[in-house]
């Protein structure tokens, strides 16, 4: 059974064009809530943790948000550079300082 | 900070030929990751180390994988032999985390793609 589940698995947008991507969790004792980038040959780089349902984070044209059961990295106004993938971990009690990472989202965006 | 440094960057190698990769985490981290990246399995957590002690090596594919951290500045996984389906991007990552339990965020290296032919 996923435990980390992100949708949608690829998403194409015009620059300009903001949108959200998911992130479902359905572990229990969630600890924290991680989103990451990754460009094509290089590793995850960190962008936020969320720690309880509530708590929003922005970065630049980045915001996420967390519920009880979900997280969003709301995009607001995407640029060409933002094209990446994006991929969500949780970590939670039962796993120490294990994270569990979503298979992650696609995102293309085109001038 | 030079952040995670991995070698080598790209590693090809023959079926049964041992394959070694090597991390150096970020200074003053306690905690250190390896993973795996396939296109099928996504990012897969292979094995951690808090304080240089294997804590969780439940993600270890086979006896033919093993990793190493004689110290809080190397660490090592080994491939004994090498089979085709190894193929993949390798990514040692460190954190803060130590044994306190508090989600401190992962850093990640470059990676490793390993081909075996």
Known sequence: EDQVTQSPEALRLQEGESSSLNCSYTVSGLRGLFWYRQDPGKGPEFLFTLYSAGEEKEKERLKATLTKKESFLHITAPKPEDSATYLCAVQAMEYGNKLVFGAGTILRVKS | ?117
């Open chain 2, 1 to 117: 900070d030079a952040g995670v440094i991995q070698s080598p960057r790209h590693e090809v190698t023959e079926m049964g030929q041992e394959v070694t990769l090597r991390c150096k985490p970020i200074s003053g981290h306690n905690s250190l990751f390896w993973y795996r990246q396939t296109m099928m399995r996504g990012l897969e957590l292979l094995i951690y180390f808090n304080n240089n002690v294997p804590i969780d090596d439940s993600g270890m594919p086979e006896d033919r994988f093993s990793a190493k951290m004689p110290n809080a500045s190397f660490s090592t996984l080994k491939i004994q032999p090498s089979e085709p389906r190894d193929s993949a991007v390798y990514f040692c990552a460190s954190s803060l985390a130590g044994t306190s339990g508090f989600p401190y965020e992962q850093y990640f290296g470059p990676g490793t793609r390993l081909t075996v032919t």
